[in-house]
């Protein structure tokens, strides 16, 4: 079975672009979170989609958006990018809303120049 | 003062020895908690939950101390493959909500031949 894919993998912006990262969770998970990993650090929550709403959203600045959708797969966006914002991005799937087991994908690892 | 907290070692350990982890969270209303393990620029896996009455996973025990608010990972019989990062996970609610979890920076453990 699929685990939870990512993509792009690696990604290079320059100030001020714009950047979506996709996701697709393990089938039948109908929750998707996003995490931003800064390198050294742990994993910090961006936010929660189920069943295509906004469920939690961690505190990043509005340049941050998500959606999801039917298929329950989800995008992350984030708009002029800054040089702080070079990081992995994790997404995670999991079956309902709870605290339950994350399942995360490998990443989208983001450089802004 | 960091919602978790963990030591980030490294800590560099002889094969076969017998090592722990404690972490510390500041929201005495948190309900759930979990230690994940990462491999090097992988993405995090659950390694397991962690239960009031304490929990043993094989090699593995987690124990949960409500009163100091903190949790701990015991690793017995240390193997090459142990080595990662172990990070402590904290969720503020049992069931429901989507707050997403907080993480620790993780503990780097070296397993030395």
């Known amino acids: 079975d699929a685990g939870v894919t990512q993509s792009p993998t690696h990604l290079i912006k320059t100030r001020g672009q714009q950047v979506t990262l996709r996701c697709s969770p393990i089938?039948?998970?109908?929750?998707v979170s996003w995490y931003q990993q800064v390198l050294g650090q742990g994993p910090q929550f961006i936010f929660q989609y189920y069943e295509k709403e906004e469920r939690g959203r961690g505190n990043f600045p509005d340049r941050f958006s998500a959606r999801q959708f039917p298929n329950y797969s989800s995008e992350l966006n984030v708009n002029a990018l800054l040089l702080g914002d070079s990081a992995l991005y994790l997404c995670?799937?999991?079956?309902?809303?709870?605290?339950?087991?994350?399942?995360f994908g490998e990443g989208s690892r983001l450089t802004v120049l | 003062r960091k919602e978790v907290e963990q030591d980030p070692g490294p800590f560099n350990v002889p094969e076969g020895a017998t090592v722990a982890f404690n972490c510390t969270y500041s929201?005495?209303?948190?309900?759930?908690f979990f230690w994940y393990r990462q491999d090097c620029r992988k993405e995090p896996k659950l390694l397991m939950s962690v239960y009031s009455s304490g929990n043993e996973d094989g090699r593995f025990t987690a124990q949960l101390n409500r009163a100091s608010q903190y949790i701990s990972l015991l690793i017995r019989d240390s193997k090459l493959s142990d080595s990662a990062t172990y990070l402590c996970v904290v969720s503020p609610q049992a069931g429901g909500g989507a707050d997403g979890l907080t993480f620790g920076k993780g503990t780097h453990l070296i397993i030395q031949p």
């Open positions: 995670a799937s999991s079956l309902d809303v709870g605290p339950g087991e994350l399942f």
């Open positions: 929201n005495s209303a948190s309900q759930s």
């Open positions: 089938s039948g998970h109908k929750s």
